[in-house]
Structures are given as structure tokens and as C-alpha cells.
């Protein structure tokens, strides 16, 4: 329902129908629908809001009734006392009692009484017609009058009061709601302070949707269906009432609280890990740094007499040319560990067992043959040289 101004008076109707017959079938020319009384429950005052039930009792009709009629209009025509929702055979029909059926002779609908009245007795006059499957159909021209108190209507030549707000507000809404509760199910206010109609609305209707309970064919309750987001509307038709025609509107979050909860349990267990992680890496860090700090005197020891078995190891590089090139490795390696935070012990023991090899090694005597013109003379030595005037002999 967008507005109450879908419900004019002038040609409201009533739709009772069913299935199409096939065109085979003949109209029953003797026994025509015919409208045999029609009774509306108004024996008392009535106020804004309240339902008028009306009963329309027929005979004939065969094979059936297609549909039936009502227009109203009110004494001078001038405002909209009474109003009627629609029926139709795809839709409530359905749900309308077995007894108010068009088969049980029988049609019960409702009208809803407007602000829109004037107060004390309210003249409707109103046209009924009833057609059956074979398009026979019967009329019937009645009047009545609805007594109501409470009602808004001022009168046509009668001043209106200055136009003013409406109390009514949407601040009762939340911004959020959750499937599980009370069924997915709101009740909303059928009219506001001042006793002015509010017509609901909803969008989308995958989520969010207006329902009234039958017979009431205004929507007084909401009903959320899934997740997301929905706006609702409010609006109010005031005619010539004094107060101004509004609209309002609110956005709200349907959420699905078993989800929300499934959701806080995850993060919170996500960052409970977290918090974990990054308290073992605190932790850790601590540690570390104390057993750095503990450890300190001993590295930077450690530290200089890796320095001094790199300051001996460069010496015998010098010393020792044959043995230079595994030498200068070992010094290379050995100042890239000297890089580290901490020359650890098991590092300074591998350099000092590789240096006493290369030292090993580089005291072993060698025997060269050296050469002048036709003269030979073998020199064995630890770092054997050929004497003056002699040149190296070629292996």
C-alpha cells in the first residue's frame, strides 16, 4: 500500500470472482443473479480506524459469479468517509471464510472508517452490482448513514484551521532488526495522534513487507523475510483536515542474529589468536633479547679472537703464496661472520680447526727444479726459491 489516495470513493469496488468458464456454457436466463439484501452493520458510533461490515445476500447466479461491485459516494461527495480494499480471485479470495463465499450466496466485505469523516452521522450512498460467469447481472441503489466521533473533516465553506505538523514521527523504529525476532513481525500504528490514517509501505519486498491481518485491509504490522537493507514509508492523506500531508521515511538493517552471532564468535576467536600470536612473538622477542644481553660478554670475546685468528690466517697468506688462494677464502667467510650480532662459539671452532689445517698445510717442505743454461739444481724448502740466475723448471 503506497498512499491512502488509492482508495477513492467515487468507484470503489468489490471483486469476488473465479476461473473463466468455457464460453460453451449458457446463461441461465431463469434463474438470473439477483440482489436480495444488502445490510451494513452500522448501529453505532463509530471512530477512526473501525471496520463496517457490509453482507450481500443474492440468489442466481449459475453457473457463478464473476464479480461484484461497490460505489460510494458520501451526501455532498465532497470527502472520503468510508473506504474498501480489493479483492480478486487470484489473491485473498482464497482466504476469505468457506460462509462468505459467492457459491454460499452469500458476499461479506469491509469498509474502514476514514478521518476523513465528518463528526455525527455521515450520508453514503452507494451503487452495488453483482454480474455472473454468463454476464447477467444484478443492480441495487441504497443509502445509509455511518455515525462517527473523532473524525477530522472540516466541511466545504467552513475555514480550515492553519495547516500544521503531524506529531507523528518514526523515531519508535530501530535501525536494526533481527529475523528470529518475534517472528520477523513489527506492529506499526494504524493511525497517528490526531487520528489521521497512516498508509505503509515497504521496499524492497525481498526483505521487508507490509501485512495486515484479515478482515483489516490496512497494514499495521511489518514483516522482515531476510538479510539486507529496507526503507519503510509512512504517509499521511489528510484532506481537509488541518494537517499537512507528509510522508516519512526509514532505513533499517534486517540482520539475522544466529549469523551475527556466528559472525562475533569468529572474530572474536580470530583475534583471540591474534592476541595470542602476538603475544608468543613478544615473548619470544623478550627472551631473545635477554639471552643476547646475557650473552653479550661472550660474543664480543669471542668476537676478538676471531679477529685475531683473521689477522694470523692474512699473514700466512702473505707467507705463504701456494696456499693464498684457499687462504683469502677462508678470510672472506670469516669476515662475513664477524658481521653477525654475535660470533657464535661453535663459528670461532670452525674457523680455528680450518686455520690450523691451512697452517698444516702450508709448513710441508715442496722440492723445485731450477734451471741455468745447462745446469740443474733441485731447492727444497717450505717455500722453495730459486737461486739468482736460476729460472723455475716447468712441470
Same mark, same amino acid.
Given at each position: 500500500?503506497?498512499?491512502?489516495?488509492?482508495?477513492?470513493?467515487?468507484?470503489?469496488?468489490?471483486?469476488?470472482?473465479?476461473?473463466?468458464?468455457?464460453?460453451?456454457?449458457?446463461?441461465?436466463?431463469?434463474?438470473?443473479?439477483?440482489?436480495?439484501?444488502?445490510?451494513?452493520?452500522?448501529?453505532?458510533?463509530?471512530?477512526?480506524?473501525?471496520?463496517?461490515?457490509?453482507?450481500?445476500?443474492?440468489?442466481?447466479?449459475?453457473?457463478?459469479?464473476?464479480?461484484?461491485?461497490?460505489?460510494?459516494?458520501?451526501?455532498?461527495?465532497?470527502?472520503?468517509?468510508?473506504?474498501?480494499?480489493?479483492?480478486?480471485?487470484?489473491?485473498?479470495?482464497?482466504?476469505?471464510?468457506?460462509?462468505?463465499?459467492?457459491?454460499?450466496?452469500?458476499?461479506?466485505?469491509?469498509?474502514?472508517?476514514?478521518?476523513?469523516?465528518?463528526?455525527?452521522?455521515?450520508?453514503?450512498?452507494?451503487?452495488?452490482?453483482?454480474?455472473?460467469?454468463?454476464?447477467?447481472?444484478?443492480?441495487?441503489?441504497?443509502?445509509?448513514?455511518?455515525?462517527?466521533?473523532?473524525?477530522?473533516?472540516?466541511?466545504?465553506?467552513?475555514?480550515?484551521?492553519?495547516?500544521?505538523?503531524?506529531?507523528?514521527?518514526?523515531?519508535?523504529?530501530?535501525?536494526?532488526?533481527?529475523?528470529?525476532?518475534?517472528?520477523?513481525?513489527?506492529?506499526?500504528?494504524?493511525?497517528?495522534?490526531?487520528?489521521?490514517?497512516?498508509?505503509?509501505?515497504?521496499?524492497?519486498?525481498?526483505?521487508?513487507?507490509?501485512?495486515?491481518?484479515?478482515?483489516?485491509?490496512?497494514?499495521?504490522?511489518?514483516?522482515?523475510?531476510?538479510?539486507?537493507?529496507?526503507?519503510?514509508?509512512?504517509?499521511?492523506?489528510?484532506?481537509?483536515?488541518?494537517?499537512?500531508?507528509?510522508?516519512?521515511?526509514?532505513?533499517?538493517?534486517?540482520?539475522?542474529?544466529? *549469523? &551475527? !552471532? +556466528? @559472525? /562475533? $564468535? #569468529? *572474530? &572474536? !576467536? +580470530? @583475534? /583471540? $589468536? #591474534? *592476541? &595470542? !600470536? +602476538? @603475544? /608468543? $612473538? #613478544? *615473548? &619470544? !622477542? +623478550? @627472551?631473545?633479547? #635477554?639471552?643476547?644481553?646475557?650473552?653479550?660478554?661472550?660474543?664480543?670475546?669471542?668476537?676478538?679472537?676471531?679477529?685475531?685468528?683473521?689477522?694470523?690466517?692474512?699473514?700466512?697468506?702473505?707467507?705463504?703464496?701456494?696456499?693464498?688462494?684457499?687462504?683469502?677464502?677462508?678470510?672472506?667467510?670469516?669476515?662475513?661472520?664477524?658481521?653477525?650480532?654475535?660470533?657464535?662459539?661453535?663459528?670461532?671452532?670452525?674457523?680455528?680447526?680450518?686455520?690450523?689445517?691451512?697452517?698444516?698445510?702450508?709448513?710441508?717442505?715442496?722440492?723445485?727444479?731450477?734451471?741455468?743454461?745447462?745446469?740443474?739444481?733441485?731447492?727444497?724448502?717450505?717455500?722453495?726459491?730459486?737461486?739468482?740466475?736460476?729460472?723455475?723448471?716447468?712441470?
Amino acid at each position: 500500500m503506497k498512499a491512502l489516495k488509492k482508495y477513492s470513493l467515487v468507484g470503489l469496488m468489490l471483486l469476488v470472482g473465479s476461473v473463466g468458464l468455457p464460453q460453451s456454457v449458457l446463461a441461465d436466463t431463469a434463474n438470473p443473479p439477483k440482489i436480495v439484501s444488502v445490510k451494513f452493520e452500522v448501529g453505532r458510533t463509530f471512530s477512526v480506524g473501525d471496520l463496517v461490515t457490509v453482507d450481500l445476500r443474492f440468489t442466481g447466479g449459475n453457473p457463478g459469479i464473476k464479480h461484484a461491485t461497490m460505489s460510494l459516494t458520501t451526501g455532498d461527495n465532497s470527502y472520503n468517509c468510508l473506504l474498501m480494499d480489493t479483492w480478486n480471485a487470484a489473491g485473498s479470495r482464497d482466504s476469505i471464510p468457506e460462509r462468505n463465499r459467492p457459491e454460499s450466496q452469500l458476499i461479506r466485505s469491509y469498509l474502514k472508517v476514514s478521518h476523513d469523516c465528518l463528526n455525527g452521522k455521515n450520508l453514503i450512498r452507494a451503487l452495488i452490482e453483482i454480474v455472473d460467469q454468463t454476464d447477467l447481472k444484478s443492480e441495487l441503489y441504497t443509502s445509509f448513514e455511518v455515525n462517527v466521533g473523532g473524525a477530522t473533516h472540516v466541511p466545504k465553506g467552513t475555514l480550515l484551521p492553519p495547516m500544521s505538523d503531524s506529531k507523528f514521527s518514526l523515531n519508535f523504529l530501530q535501525k536494526e532488526y533481527f529475523l528470529e525476532d518475534n517472528q520477523g513481525l513489527v506492529q506499526l500504528p494504524s493511525k497517528t495522534e490526531e487520528g489521521i490514517l497512516i498508509g505503509w509501505g515497504a521496499v524492497p519486498a525481498s526483505v521487508c513487507n507490509v501485512k495486515s491481518d484479515w478482515p483489516d485491509f490496512f497494514p499495521t504490522k511489518v514483516q522482515f523475510s531476510a538479510a539486507g537493507s529496507c526503507e519503510l514509508s509512512a504517509s499521511l492523506l489528510s484532506y481537509r483536515s488541518g494537517i499537512k500531508n507528509q510522508s516519512y521515511f526509514h532505513k533499517l538493517m534486517v540482520s539475522s542474529r544466529e *549469523k &551475527a !552471532k +556466528a @559472525e /562475533a $564468535e #569468529a *572474530k &572474536a !576467536k +580470530a @583475534e /583471540a $589468536e #591474534a *592476541k &595470542a !600470536k +602476538a @603475544e /608468543a $612473538e #613478544a *615473548k &619470544a !622477542k +623478550a @627472551e631473545l633479547a #635477554a639471552r643476547e644481553l646475557a650473552e653479550k660478554p661472550l660474543c664480543e670475546a669471542r668476537r676478538k679472537e676471531l679477529t685475531q685468528l683473521g689477522e694470523t690466517l692474512i699473514k700466512y697468506m702473505k707467507n705463504n703464496p701456494v696456499r693464498a688462494a684457499d687462504t683469502a677464502k677462508t678470510v672472506a667467510r670469516l669476515n662475513s661472520a664477524l658481521n653477525s650480532s654475535c660470533v657464535a662459539e661453535v663459528t670461532l671452532l670452525d674457523f680455528q680447526r680450518e686455520a690450523i689445517e691451512l697452517m698444516k698445510l702450508s709448513s710441508k717442505k715442496s722440492t723445485i727444479t731450477c734451471v741455468k743454461g745447462k745446469l740443474t739444481k733441485k731447492v727444497t724448502a717450505v717455500n722453495p726459491k730459486c737461486p739468482s740466475g736460476y729460472k723455475k723448471k716447468k712441470t
